[in-house]
């Protein structure tokens, strides 16, 4: 057995881990599959099992776990565009909260019935189950080309829904008698949450513009010490940290920040390093001996959370905004479980809660089976609801980096097959007045492009804007890639 106390050999196994977990994202996008499958895998491998490295902590499974959850939080807010996600920002805070309310007693009910459970207990695997996992959503949806209402929306709901599905299920898992007070204590603990994420968001952002530190690298650094205080300042005052973690990122990553760049591509390697990590661990913790003792009660509740709960949550949570049916439909299958779910299920077998044990391994045969369910069939559910065009079989492509003292910024855009920017001349591109097409790439060749140059497939395209002119340069390149040089006569905005 592997002596987990040797630094050498956990050093050796974490490096040779992380660097096979980051070749495990190419072959997922391959395999159309999220990657947190293959991290679990790899866990279980290296667990009790297979390699033999024996480990059952669960207490430091969940201290762990939370931690990476602030940081995945905190990635997920730092690298969410508002304007993208703004005109979702009511479906998804329904979304995450009335539709976890619905799904929590739904499922609850059911698995009463289904399975014999008390109410408690049932009510407590309907909550541990009714949290969205955005790195399992979006390493899916990553090329499938939806409209940016429903993509902002699972966004929101993934960012957002862990604060009142955590509290719920301390709520839940505590031994204490559940009072007309409760909810009242969960609306004070989100807006609390919400509040002390927005002060710290605005006063973090206002304190790195006006600081003059020695080094680019240290701004990264203190922007995600920021977010992570957010998180330490909301617990401390019994609010919601997760939800004070998310808005303070969302706050900071939408702010005027120096080095704005390096700061997001620090976060987005933290966050992947937080998601392998995470989910390596909860493999690793994974017992496949006892998961088949579990596997009809977990797809009991698979089938009851999957077909009935969700999709009903959604319904509900949706009605007022009038989405229609085929979006509803999508919605309802994107609702993706991932490592969150088993994280949450550690707070009831860490308060030693009746039954707790069988939570935490149905959650995990149920995160990799709806993951599979799901994760594989989203593509095509997608084209047949009519939601990707076939003409348009993912999105145009594009990155921006801040040239940050002289207020501009660049899109680079890569012009993907099918692309209606195909054939488009450069005066017909019509981007506006603070935009303009500086260089093509064609063929590992560059030029500077002409009235009269004719965009081709593969072409990439270096656009300076100013950060004025960015969204709206950002939604006619948008506009012309779905409906061509005639697209704003066609009514397409590119929102």
């Known amino acids: 057995m592997v002596q987990v106390g040797d630094v050498t050999v956990v050093l050796g196994i974490g490096a040779a881990v992380l660097l096979v977990s980051v070749i495990a994202v190419r072959v997922s996008i391959r395999l159309g599959l999220p990657s947190l499958l293959l991290y ?3 866990g279980v491998l290296l667990g009790e099992s297979v390699v033999g490295i024996d480990f059952d902590d669960a207490g430091l499974t969940q201290s762990l776990g939370i931690a990476a959850l602030v940081l995945i939080l905190t990635e997920g807010g730092l690298t969410t565009r508002w304007q993208a996600v703004k005109s ?22 059911a698995l009463h019935f289904l399975l014999g459970l008390d109410w408690r207990m049932a009510l407590l695997w309907g909550a541990v189950l009714s949290s969205t996992d955005a790195a399992a959503v979006f390493s899916v949806l990553r090329s499938l080309g939806v409209g940016a209402r429903l993509t902002g929306a699972l966004e929101l709901e993934s960012g957002l829904n862990d604060a009142p599905v955590y509290i719920a299920v301390v709520l839940l ?3 204490d008698q559940i009072t007309w007070t409760a909810p009242l204590l969960v609306l004070y603990e989100l807006g609390a949450g919400a509040l002390i994420g927005v002060g710290l968001g605005i006063l973090g952002g206002a304190g790195l513009r006006r600081a003059a530190l020695p080094a680019t690298g240290l701004y990264p650094l203190a922007t995600v010490a920021v977010c992570v205080i957010a998180y330490t300042a909301g617990d401390l005052v019994h609010a919601s940290g997760f939800l004070a973690t998310y808005v303070a990122a969302l706050v900071l990553g939408n702010a005027r920040l120096p080095h704005r760049a390096d700061t997001l591509s620090f976060a987005e390697g933290l966050g992947w390093l937080a998601q392998i990590g995470l989910f390596v661990l909860l493999g690793l913790y994974a017992s496949p001996a006892r998961l088949l003792d579990v596997l009809v009660p977990a797809l009991i509740a698979g089938v009851v959370l999957t077909f009935v709960a969700r999709p009903l949550s959604v319904v509900l949570a949706s009605l007022p905004f009038k989405v229609p049916w085929r979006e509803q439909a999508f919605l309802s299958w994107s609702g993706l479980r991932g490592a969150v779910p088993i994280v949450f299920a550690l707070i009831p077998l860490i308060q030693g809660v009746e039954g707790a044990s069988q939570l935490v391994d149905a959650v995990f045969v149920l995160v990799v089976v709806l993951t599979v369910v799901q994760g594989t069939t989203l593509p095509f559910l997608a084209r047949r609801l009519g939601l ?3 003409s348009e079989p993912q999105e145009v492509q594009v990155d921006a980096s801040p040239l940050d003292e002289l207020s501009a910024e660049l899109l680079q855009v890569r012009i993907q097959r099918g692309s209606k920017l ?12 603070g935009a303009s097409v500086s260089l093509v790439v064609r063929g590992g060749k560059s030029f500077t492009p002409q009235p009269t140059t004719r965009l081709q497939t593969d072409d990439q395209l270096l656009i300076v804007t ?19 040089r005639y697209a704003r006569w066609k009514g397409e905005t590119g929102d």
């Open 88 to 109: 979702s920002l009511r479906l998804g805070v329904a979304l995450s909260t009335v539709a976890v309310a619905v799904s929590v007693a739904v499922t609850g009910t």
């Open 40 to 42: 679990l895998g790899i």
């Open 388 to 390: 990707v065009r076939s």
């Open 422 to 433: 195909h054939g488009v001349y450069m005066s017909e591109l019509r981007l506006p007045i």
């Open 466 to 484: 100013t950060e004025e002119a960015r969204d709206a340069a950002e939604r006619r390149i948008r506009a012309v890639d779905r409906a061509g």
């Open 173 to 175: 898992a505590s031994a």
